[in-house]
């Protein structure tokens, strides 16, 4: 099945710190992936949809100054947090699309927890 | 804009039983919804997709029911287990072609017990 990655898995980092996280798609190639942000007991939000090759497109409200996305290759998007501050502290998560016809699920990485001192 | 509802509390079942899992939506119907399990600190993970023109979908012990009139799935796991026990989530599409984003309900936490 489709399997995505995310790395690192855990960042504890200082305020000011720049903090990026990789995700890839390893069994098959994604020309769009997706990122969520997840707080405790909250459902999952989408940020932004990251296309290889273009610019990514931002929900409203996410700064997209604040979260560079980078999708250089049909594998590999990376989400950059900014001068991150603690209020950017959550659950970062990415998923990709199941190469295919239309309808076809969304696979999800295993999530990137920011903290944020 | 469009709000998705899941039952926000706790469904405690006995081990053998069939959970039943709630999830409501306003507004417009999806092109599709979908059904995913999380575990605590994991990303979700896929279990069931099915489409506005599809009424069931069944996997395994799994089963999804989709009432575009009702505005409601209703997600089944028969014969549950404790392993069963995890969050929840019912996730729409309106993009028939996949190029949008999900938007997620907070999930519903269910618990089996032995």
């Known amino acids: 099945g489709a399997v995505v990655s995310q790395h690192p898995s855990r960042v504890i980092c200082k305020s000011g710190t720049s903090v990026k996280i990789e995700c890839r798609s390893l069994d098959f190639q994604a020309t769009t992936m997706f990122w969520y942000r997840q707080f405790p007991k909250q459902s999952l939000m989408l940020m932004a949809t990251?296309?290889?090759?273009?610019?990514?497109?931002?929900e409203q409200g996410v700064e997209k100054d604040k979260f560079l996305i980078n999708h250089a290759s049909l594998t590999l998007s990376t989400l950059t947090v900014t001068s991150a501050h603690p209020e950017d502290s959550s659950f970062y998560i990415c998923?990709?699309?199941?190469?295919?016809?239309?309808?076809?699920?969304?696979?999800f990485g295993d999530g990137t927890r920011l903290s944020i001192l | 804009s469009q709000k998705i509802e899941q039952n926000s509390e706790a469904l405690n079942i006995q081990e053998g039983k069939t959970a039943t899992l709630t999830c409501n939506y306003t507004n417009y119907s999806p092109a599709y919804l979908q059904w995913y399990r999380q575990d605590p600190g994991r990303g979700p993970v896929f279990l069931l997709l099915i489409r506005e023109n599809e009424k069931e979908k069944r996997k395994e012990r799994l089963k999804v029911t989709f009432d575009t009139t009702l505005k409601q799935s209703l997600f089944h796991i028969t014969a549950s287990q404790p392993a069963d026990s995890a969050t929840y989530l019912c996730a729409l599409s309106y993009s028939g072609g996949g190029a949008d984003g999900l938007t997620f309900g907070k999930g519903t936490h269910l618990i089996i017990q032995p």
């Open positions: 990251s296309n290889e090759g273009s610019k990514a497109t931002y």
């Open positions: 998923s990709a699309r199941s190469p295919g016809p239309e309808n076809q699920p969304q696979h």
